[in-house]
């Protein structure tokens, strides 16, 4: 290793070391000064709970203990010259500056303590430039990523992604078409940073599905806060709460983004550029960056959407706790978990051990697939994705000046609640027995993926748009959708038919 590559090394160093110290004075100063803060925190915000803004000062000294502990051991692996170390430093030095940058736009701290939060933000940001200095990785010999990528299909991922979750449906209506800006990010970088994850990982349909579930407790419980609020969207009276969970609204929005922000967006840009297969899209670092916008715009409807919508209401730390918990739990179980199409039972002898299956396309039929078994036509299927994905819609929405789901009153409103949740389940062992067919093929799942969009913008033409343009809007995007997606199934022909393995 030469000098130059020893000081700039040295300079990572001195600056990892600069970042703590300005955190361990920052929450010294927040429980010096306690009272100040919380006294100009409460007069900031009359209406909230004194305990509970007690209770946030007293989580940052925490965190700020076990990075200490961290800092010291990645310090010295990066002193030994462990690559491991050098990466590490890198995703924490990105991870630090979203996190500061949050806090220092969203937490409500004088000016005073502003100021040194600021200086953090300075030197995590010089550290980032430091880290990623040429002199520094060829220090630790990374050598550039040699997978091949496609900016093609990430980009339409990231258009696709905001507009079947928000615009198909008729969220924004026609006169204010530009906020969709806004949702770019968290959509766009969500829906490729997922799918990166899951194609690196050897995911497929049901890892999609949960981190379709974590990204909705995210968007909607720790940006929006609207799984908790009792005024936001008036989701609060669409059904009777649970421990101030808004259940209804909750069950609706889980559902929704796995599918429609998630799932349908991945698997229609896939089945576009079939060719690419199954390889990621971006390289290391346009992974890192990917990640890096969601969390950012994660932060940006935070502070756009409740401002304006729902002013003064703050999530309890508890709810914020549990919500958190829960959206790392479902991350890990997709991560983990790997669920095949059902098949029929094969004798197998004693000693026999099941081979791993192959890395198949999403939506490619079962390598054993079950004996007998035959997929429906594309029209069939696509056909009863409209109509599931309009009676889920229909069920747990209120719409039409209802009030509640399915114009009922009080508790009666977990009935449709329990149908929608009952079309979730039948539609997803449909498809799951469907997809054990050896003639399944991923232009079938394609064909169900058009035609949910198509069911819930229909859903949004009959009772979420409210002017004659809106309308006229949604019926064309209908139309259009159906149209270019049975285009795409006519010049795909059986091309990507995937035989049957034994």
């Known amino acids: 290793m030469t000098s130059s590559q020893r000081g700039a090394i040295r300079l990572v160093v001195a600056l990892l070391i600069a970042s703590l110290a300005v955190s361990v004075v920052f929450a010294l100063l927040t429980l010096l000064f306690r009272h100040d803060v919380l006294a100009y925190q409460q007069a900031r915000r009359p209406d909230a709970d004194p305990h509970t803004l007690a209770m946030t000062l007293w989580t940052r000294p925490i965190p700020v203990a076990v990075v200490a502990v961290l800092y010291i051991w990645v310090v010295r692996q990066l002193l030994a010259g462990a690559a491991r170390a050098f990466r590490r430093v890198r995703i924490v030095s990105v991870a630090g500056l979203v996190a500061v940058g949050w806090v220092l736009a969203t937490a409500e701290y004088p000016p ?5 939060q600021g200086v953090q933000l300075a030197v995590l940001a010089a550290l980032i430039v430091a880290v990623n200095r040429r002199v520094v990785r060829v220090a630790f010999a990374v050598e550039p990523d040699p997978r091949p990528r496609n900016r093609r299909a990430a980009l339409l991922l990231v258009v696709v992604a905001p507009f079947v979750a928000e615009v198909s449906l008729g969220n924004i209506p026609l006169g204010q078409a530009w906020v969709v800006l806004f949702f770019l ?30 990204y909705g407790l995210v968007e909607e419980g720790l940006a929006l806060q609207s799984l908790t609020s009792p005024h936001l969207y008036g989701a609060a009276g669409w059904a009777p709460s649970l421990f101030g969970l808004n259940t209804a609204y909750t069950e609706l929005n889980l559902v929704y983004h796995a599918v429609f922000s998630i799932t349908v967006p991945v698997v229609v840009v896939e089945f576009l550029f079939a060719a690419h297969g199954t390889r990621p899209y971006l390289r290391r670092g346009g992974l890192i960056a990917t990640g890096v916008v969601a969390l950012l715009g994660a932060a940006l409807i935070r502070l756009v959407v409740p401002a304006s919508e729902d002013p003064g209401y703050t999530m309890p730390l508890l709810a914020v706790l549990l919500i958190a918990a829960a959206a790392a739990a479902v991350t890990v179980l ?11 039972a094969e004798p197998e002898s004693d000693d026999a051990r099941p081979a791993a299956p192959p890395r198949l396309p999403i939506g490619a039929a079962s390598p054993r697939p079950r004996i007998g078994a035959t997929a429906p036509r594309v029209p069939t299927v696509a056909g009863a994705a409209a109509v599931a994905s309009f009676g889920f819609l229909a069920l747990v929405w209120p719409f039409a000046g209802a009030r509640q789901p399915l114009f009922t009153h009080g508790a009666w409103s977990l009935l449709p609640m329990a149908g929608a949740a009952v079309v979730v389940a039948a539609t997803l062992l449909t498809l799951r027995r469907w997809s054990a067919a050896p003639d399944w093929t991923p232009r079938h799942l394609f064909a169900a993926c058009v035609g949910a969009v198509v069911g819930h913008t229909l859903f949004g033409l009959a009772g979420n748009a409210e002017t004659p343009a809106d309308r006229a809007f949604l019926l064309a995007v209908a139309v259009l959708t159906a149209a270019a997606g049975a285009t795409a199934l006519r010049r795909t022909g059986r091309t990507t038919r995937v035989p049957a393995r034994s």
């Open 185 to 214: 990010p968290i959509y766009g970088g969500g829906a490729l940073f997922i799918r990166e994850v899951v194609r690196r990982t050897g995911g497929g349909l049901a890892n999609l599905l949960l981190l379709g579930v974590a």
């Open 334 to 344: 997709a991560l983990r978990i790997r669920v095949g199409p059902a098949r029929a």
């Open 112 to 116: 005073w303590l502003r100021v040194v």
